[in-house]
């Protein structure tokens, strides 16, 4: 069971907290080092599954930890985007959406449990749920946006911090980078939604079942 993509899965586990409590650091260096972390361990994310399939490593820990680790993963980033960003608006806040809303975040994590119910339920009726295209477009987004906004967070204090913000360059990656992690923001909101339904709309046959 202790295979390599197993150690990679316990390793991303383990960097969870780590990316969560980084944040809160004052400075950009801690919030530069959450944003690469949490793409190294996104990026692992792809890389164990991978091994897993490829080298025949596939394990019932593997199975277990892995869509465990991705749900730790949301909410060790999710925590600090909503606390940093609501409780420090004039500095961090995002174009249009000011912060990250509170229903936003309960989306993103609601859809998570969702999934897990109906993979389970779906299951326990012989049926597997296999990722699928919109599910997968889902992860990029919200993977786009969690990584752009610690991202944001990094910037924001580097521009304070060595006097960017009214430079021409400052004011640019402002709304370049503030406007990009908007637009992210709503994609993966409505994403989260979307390959709900869609999910939902494919295995309908399931509820009719077990109407009979």
Same mark, same amino acid.
């Given at each position: 069971? &202790?295979?390599?993509?197993?150690?990679?899965?316990?390793?991303?586990?383990?960097?969870?907290?780590?990316? #969560?409590? /980084?944040? +809160?650091?004052? $400075?950009?260096?801690? !919030?530069?080092?959450? +944003?690469?972390? +949490?793409?190294?361990?996104?990026?692992?994310?792809?890389?164990?599954?991978?091994?897993?399939?490829? %080298?025949?490593?596939?394990?019932?820990?593997? !199975?277990?930890?892995?869509?465990? #680790?991705?749900?730790?993963?949301?909410?060790?980033?999710?925590?600090?985007?909503?606390?940093? #960003? %609501?409780? @420090?608006?004039?500095?961090?806040?995002?174009?249009? &959406?000011?912060?990250?809303?509170? &229903?936003?975040?309960? /989306? /993103?994590?609601?859809?998570?449990?969702?999934?897990?119910?109906?993979? @389970?339920?779906?299951?326990?009726?012989?049926?597997?749920?296999?990722?699928? @295209?919109? $599910? !997968?477009?889902?992860?990029?987004?919200?993977?786009?946006?969690?990584?752009?906004?610690?991202?944001?967070?990094?910037?924001?204090?580097?521009?304070?911090?060595?006097?960017?913000?009214?430079?021409?360059? $400052?004011?640019? &990656?402002?709304?370049?980078?503030?406007? +990009?992690?908007?637009?992210?923001?709503?994609?993966? #909101? /409505?994403?989260?939604?979307?390959?709900?339904?869609?999910?939902?709309? !494919?295995?309908?046959?399931?509820?009719?079942? @077990?109407? %009979?």
């Amino acid at each position: 069971m &202790w295979n390599l993509p197993n150690i990679i899965t316990i390793i991303r586990i383990a960097l969870t907290p780590v990316i #969560a409590l /980084l944040p +809160f650091i004052q $400075g950009y260096g801690p !919030k530069l080092i959450a +944003f690469v972390l +949490f793409v190294v361990t996104a990026l692992t994310d792809l890389l164990d599954g991978y091994l897993a399939r490829s %080298r025949g490593l596939v394990t019932d820990l593997g !199975k277990l930890l892995d869509p465990l #680790a991705d749900k730790l993963l949301l909410l060790a980033a999710l925590v600090p985007i909503y606390g940093i #960003a %609501r409780e @420090r608006q004039g500095v961090y806040g995002i174009p249009f &959406w000011g912060s990250i809303p509170l &229903w936003v975040c309960l /989306l /993103l994590l609601g859809r998570e449990l969702a999934m897990t119910v109906f993979r @389970r339920y779906a299951q326990s009726r012989g049926v597997v749920i296999a990722a699928g @295209r919109a $599910g !997968k477009l889902k992860t990029t987004i919200q993977n786009i946006f969690i990584g752009s906004i610690f991202a944001w967070f990094a910037f924001k204090d580097a521009a304070r911090s060595m006097g960017w913000e009214q430079s021409a360059f $400052g004011r640019f &990656w402002t709304e370049f980078h503030g406007g +990009f992690v908007a637009v992210a923001l709503a994609a993966a #909101a /409505l994403l989260t939604v979307y390959s709900f339904v869609v999910y939902l709309v !494919k295995y309908r046959a399931l509820f009719s079942a @077990r109407s %009979r």
